[in-house]
């Protein structure tokens, strides 16, 4: 089993910054990804941005040139640096982890964070 702990939600006014944080323990074997989701009240949960084990990344377009996603491989901790913040990126923000082994992926998924973006 793999734990997923997110932090650095809050209260940001628009056109503000943030900056996630996703650390993972437990049981690893190889974490093939990370990224983050996001889901808004009555919305379905979306990919915001995905880093490979390799290195590569991938943006949701709606936050490309505006998010940026990298990782601390000796921390196993991800995060996401959001800029010019807008108020309809208000949501609860996920972190993901494929953790792949025995031929298989294994999904986990953190318990949640907070962004609000208000004035």
């Known amino acids: 089993q793999v734990q997923l702990v997110e932090s650095g939600g809050g209260l940001v006014q628009p056109g503000g910054s943030l900056r996630l944080s996703c650390a993972a323990s437990?049981?690893?074997?190889?974490?093939?990804?990370m990224g983050w989701y996001r889901q808004a009240p009555g919305k379905e949960r979306e990919l915001v941005a995905v880093i490979i084990s390799g290195g590569s990344t991938n943006y949701a377009d709606s936050v490309k040139g505006r998010f940026t996603i990298s990782r601390d491989n000796a921390k196993k901790t991800v995060y996401l640096q959001m800029n010019s913040l807008t108020p309809e990126e208000t949501a609860v923000y996920y972190c993901?982890?494929?953790?792949?082994?025995?031929?298989?992926?294994?999904?986990?998924w953190g318990q949640g964070t907070q962004v609000t973006v208000s004035s």
């Open positions: 437990g049981s690893i074997h190889f974490i093939k990804a």
């Open positions: 993901n982890a494929n953790d792949y082994y025995s031929g298989y992926d294994h999904l986990y």
